[in-house]
């Protein structure tokens, strides 16, 4: 159903933030209702435009005129939300259509979630939107707010007691309840928003589209966004990447990370889930942050939205100070573990701060004692002195319950106020606990208020991972021929490698014979010592069937070989069809990797590195990402495993050609984007990397076809 | 100062918490001073007890009479808060002794945080004290609270607003400010609090003291502590084995976890703080549960007290419900993370939900729509069904916002209600934000409600570890012999090996030899092949200077080999006094671990086991434990090793000598601490770990002197 031509990301959706008249289908003067709540939440908070309650009764609904059809509204309606039963929203999509509707927003659940009847009437909204111009956000989703211009196409529970105010956060959920939930949490730290939109069952409007929406909505500086799955992931790094080029920062909340959630996420919604380590790769190279839980996205966000006025730390340093020396270790522990560092401070600011609090101490953290705040004064002058230091390092004060008491809270709130005014590209963070009031007017100062140390530390280390993330060059599309693999690829590794070889990837020089005399005169023209193999495609492990002699010296032991490894394939593998045996030198020295390509159910051909052996088994210790990947993203793969350090010569050892190694998995990965239609896997398992300077070699490698693609013979 | 006796962990600390009068030295009219606020704190909240203010001037103070001395009141004051500057303090102290007061609690500072002339009348204090059999409190702390009878011997602001409700949790902290923080956040989210004990500089009474108390108080069934350093391991371990004997789960944040935090802890108390790892330890073997943050110590505080009427879980297994899909699986990712699992529901279970709830998606995380909510009755239905669900497992149940919605909020509580009753031995937590009145009557049924989704995900692994520490055996201390040890394993490594062999640790067969001659008689003995190693103590890493020589076969080679290492000997290490030549037979085959003793500056002897090579150095991939330890717990430090498998059969190997190996462990730290007055270090690297059932060689060995024990000539 969704096969036909979707829209580019984010065209079209003003409809549902911009709309000058709404029609609310299925309007109730039952404000508990779903179809009573948009026409009571668009009145109550003040919308601007025309609403036109539809109702088949006619008459007056909430002391507004209503009308029996959509075609019978004064004039054609910009936006129509629907909230009739799932067996009348067809008509009534319809009727929008041909009333030149510009969008519709299916509230009603009973569709793509709800078996297969459901399944075919979402396919047949969605056809008949897209016939006519049409964009359908839902069906069963919250819709879509404009906060800014009260424009509430929803009937979300977050909305009940108050509009959020209207500020720069924009949210995009898949789900209706997680994103009322950020939106109402925001709205408690006193944060504004712009927009928000929930997709629901994204029959035709998707996350992506959400993004790109915020990202082209000037009064939008940061972007939430909850997803559980990706329908298309070209439009998801599409819209990411209009996002990064206007500089807003989109922060995700991927549920579904672990088996059981994405268990969870397949039953629940019956997209397609794709790897979660393969999403993460994918936000990674977008620029997008990951977070892992909501409290997160919103530690993250709140800091992002106070400090986007250019203020975002450039810088992973960090000086604490707190009035008890114990919070100060607290905050050292929790912010070292998030990443950050704490530099030292200069004895001249040491000085200056002694000055204003002699019983301060002057490491980082600062322990500035409880004569910090005996007088605004002194607090002025210790921050003052802790913003000049050279260090340049985000400050991070910390109250614990300090504003409670009246006379501490003056004292904080005057000396923030003016190192504000006299430091206003600084940067400063609270963690406070506290009357609200009071967090609110520091907020307002643009001065960030955590309210725990974990919070602070980890909304810290999510700005800071932002900013190295804006940092890193954007990753183009596979560009290059896409074409047919020879299918002998599929048949052996000798085939094998000579594919990867002809794609610039180094092998070891190798044939393959047919009798023991053919096997010596290889071996003589390898030089020895060699390795013999069976080569055959019924025979993926060879070592467990006997198909493998190493280390073989002279003409008797590869003779006696090649009949040893010729009678245990017809003993242990009696119907493997076999196309020789393979002699190839024998190699040793370097450190062994893994690498290979696999392909996720949503962003096809993925490639892997790892380290070989036991270890990567072992410590599941391997880096992905979508191909192609460059030479410089494949280093960055080989430096996050945690074993890099064998690579990089640990303990003395030679360093590792890990330019060799970068290459390699790079040229991988265009050979998989070349012949996506045909190869399904590749492994390539060892691969020997040598010392700086010396190159890899492919020891072994493995193709497997794609189900559609021919059989080898 | 710290040398005079020590009572008892816990002895004479009813004084601070159960006297019937209380002098306040230093007693103020003004209510913003320290001297004032404790006459403030016991009048406000009602402690029933005689309070004498003291203070020079005699007269009245806050409509109390005052006197000018602690000698001068009308009875003798069980106990006395001294609210004077540090250089009055040791007078008052000499009075309150005199007077035959039984507990004193020096609320100022100015003594062992403010240098030498500080530490030595901190000292004085102590000795007055202890002389008279008075316990001291302090100083530079914010004292003690006996929240049920109202005793208030601080001046702690999170006493500002309100009393916290008399209730079951105990407090004690180092950091005064910590603990504070702690009593007003339990007291926020409504849960009662028995006694709150904050030891700042520890002259006298220190945090084990106050978790012995707590163990004996009636009133107290949850300990939570927050501590930066121990200053007698003896008396900690002995406090928190009161706690465990009596049942009562102690839940502690440490701080100081990371370097950058160590580093702060030392600067800010001077006390030693030892290393991580090793409190990490000793918290595991005396049943503690150790907590990463504040908030997580709230969160397990939490849940702990509401189910201590006997439902702790004791099982990992939880099922989790929420009326969005999309909230089911952020709770599935959160408790999978956290090391809990989701069994699946019976058929019977899921069809009496699909009755209750048609729509419900019955897998868990079970998608229970918001029909769930329509009506009371149905909610009732579908929780019994759960709750007699045979899995046994925790229901966790997220609302949400519904709380806000006064409709659901009435559906959740008349269901909730009738559930606890008619299930009162079950497991039910709620996640939920909602208003503070709701979650307070739903934490008053006895259902932990918590904030946040990874807050519950902490809360019930943290509960879930308390259970699995409780029912570890308790760590008898060493009872062996304690003698010294021959000096000669100082010298070599034939003699520490010797030494380690008459402990009952395996070595291989080995000579020390002087010539080549001799070596080859050694070789010859010994059978081929051999190894030979340079034997000196001043030799540590004898590969660097070429003094190894490995799989030696013949005569030939280990007379060319035993020539070469001495020569290598006399060019890289010309200073180095030589013992000979170590001969050795070479055994290869097995796993390589290392194992080793240090010395914690707070603990003592500490055992530690990794495996051997690179690995164990990149991936740090070591477990330490307290000498002595047990051959179960050496197996469980074995366990615990994330390359573990690879001693357990990974990928077909065979499966090493893992209880030869814990063997080892547990009578190497039976060695240290017979020897540790003179044995500082021992290394044991490599450790050949042989197939199941052959058992474990030490191929080398170094020990390392006290620096009070004998040199080894």
Same mark, same amino acid.
């Given at each position: 159903m969704l096969t036909q031509v979707q829209a580019a990301?984010?065209?079209?959706?003003?409809?549902?933030?911009?709309?000058?008249s709404i029609a609310v289908v299925?309007?109730?003067?039952?404000?508990?209702k779903i179809g009573g709540r948009p026409v009571q939440l668009l009145r109550k908070y003040g919308y601007a435009g025309a609403i036109y309650p539809i109702n088949p009764k006619g008459g007056s609904i909430q002391g507004l005129q209503a009308y029996a059809?959509?075609?019978?509204?004064p004039a054609a309606p910009e936006l129509a939300i629907l909230a009739v039963p799932a067996d009348a929203t067809l008509q009534a999509v319809r009727d929008c259509a041909e009333r030149g509707v510009h969008g519709v927003i299916v509230?009603?659940?009973?569709?793509?979630?709800?078996g297969p009847e459901g399944v075919a009437l979402q396919g047949e909204l969605v056809r008949v939107a897209r016939n006519h111009g049409m964009r359908l956000l839902g069906p069963n989703c919250l819709g879509a707010v404009n906060v800014v211009d009260k424009l509430v196409g929803s009937f979300s529970i977050a909305l009940e007691q108050s509009m959020p105010p209207a500020g720069q956060v924009g949210i995009v959920s898949q789900s209706g309840n997680i994103g009322s939930f950020t939106m109402r949490n925001m709205a408690d730290r006193g944060l504004g928003l712009s927009r928000f939109i929930a997709t629901g069952?994204?029959?035709?409007?998707d996350v992506a589209d959400g993004i790109a929406a915020l990202a082209e909505d @000037? *009064?939008?500086?940061i972007i939430l966004c909850c997803m559980?799955?990706?329908?298309?992931a070209g439009r998801l790094t599409e819209a990411l990447d209009m996002a990064r080029r206007r500089r807003k920062p989109v922060i995700v909340l991927?549920?579904?990370?672990t088996e059981q959630g994405q268990a969870a996420a397949a039953s629940h919604t019956g997209a397609l889930t794709g790897s979660d380590a393969v999403f993460d790769a994918v936000f990674r190279r977008h620029g997008v942050l990951r977070v892992r839980s909501f409290e997160e996205l919103l530690d993250v966000g709140h800091a992002a939205v106070l400090l986007?006025?250019?203020?975002?730390?450039?810088?992973d340093a960090v000086t604490l100070v707190a009035a008890s020396g114990g919070f100060g270790i607290m905050m050292a522990d929790a912010m070292v573990e998030a990443g950050m560092t704490l530099p030292q401070l200069a004895e001249t600011t040491k000085a200056l701060i002694r000055e204003a609090v002699?019983?301060?101490?002057?490491?980082?953290?600062? @322990? *500035?004692?409880?004569?910090?705040?005996?007088r605004p004064d002194i607090l002025l002058k210790m921050l003052t002195a802790l913003q000049e230091d050279a260090n340049g390092s985000t400050l991070v004060l910390l109250l614990?319950?300090?504003?409670?008491n009246p006379r501490l809270r003056g004292v904080y709130l005057e000396a923030l106020a003016k190192i504000r005014a006299s430091h206003p590209d600084r940067l400063l963070v609270i963690i406070s606990q506290g009357p609200p009031d009071a967090v609110a007017e520091i907020n307002a100062l643009g001065i960030p208020v955590f309210p725990g140390i974990p919070a602070a530390a980890k909304g810290l280390a999510g700005l800071v991972r932002l900013g190295q993330l804006a940092a890193l060059p954007a990753a183009p599309a596979y560009q290059g021929p896409v074409d047919a693999v020879?299918?002998?690829?599929?048949?052996n590794e000798f085939h094998a490698k000579k594919a990867l070889a002809a794609a610039g990837i180094s092998v070891p020089r190798e044939e393959i014979v047919d009798s023991a005399e053919q096997a010596v005169r290889a071996a003589q023209a390898t030089g020895y010592p060699v390795v013999l193999k069976i080569a055959s495609e019924?025979?993926?492990?060879k070592t467990e069937i006997g198909g493998v002699a190493l280390n073989l010296q002279d003409d008797a032991a590869v003779r006696e070989a090649y009949d040893r490894l010729m009678a245990n394939a017809a003993k242990n593998a009696p119907k493997a069809r076999l196309d020789g045996v393979l002699v190839a030198p024998m190699v040793r020295g370097g450190v062994e990797l893994i690498a290979g390509v696999s392909r996720d159910p949503v962003f096809g051909p993925v490639v892997m590195v790892g380290l070989g052996g036991i270890y990567a088994e072992i410590l599941k210790d391997v880096a992905v990402q979508v191909a192609p990947v460059s030479e410089d993203e494949a280093l960055r793969m080989l430096r996050s495993l945690k074993m890099f350090p064998l690579l990089d010569?640990?303990?003395?050892?030679a360093r590792a050609d890990v330019a060799a190694a970068a290459r390699t998995v790079a040229r991988l990965s265009e050979f998989a984007c070349r012949h996506a239609a045909d190869v399904a896997e590749i492994d390539m398992n060892p691969i020997l990397v040598r010392p700086e300077g010396e190159g890899v070699l492919v020891l072994d490698a493995l193709m497997v076809p794609t189900s559609s693609s021919t059989p080898a013979h």
């Open positions: 990301p984010g065209a079209g959706l003003d409809a549902f933030f911009q709309a000058r299925g309007a109730s003067d039952d404000i508990t059809s959509v075609l019978d509204t509230l009603s659940a009973g569709f793509g979630e709800a069952n994204e029959a035709d409007v @000037d *009064a939008t500086r559980e799955t990706c329908r298309h991927k549920i579904g990370a986007s006025d250019g203020r975002l730390p450039t810088t002699p019983t301060a101490g002057t490491n980082n953290p600062v @322990d *500035a004692s409880a004569q910090m705040s005996a614990a319950l300090s504003l409670y020879d299918p002998a690829v599929f048949r019924d025979i993926a492990h010569g640990a303990r003395g050892q």
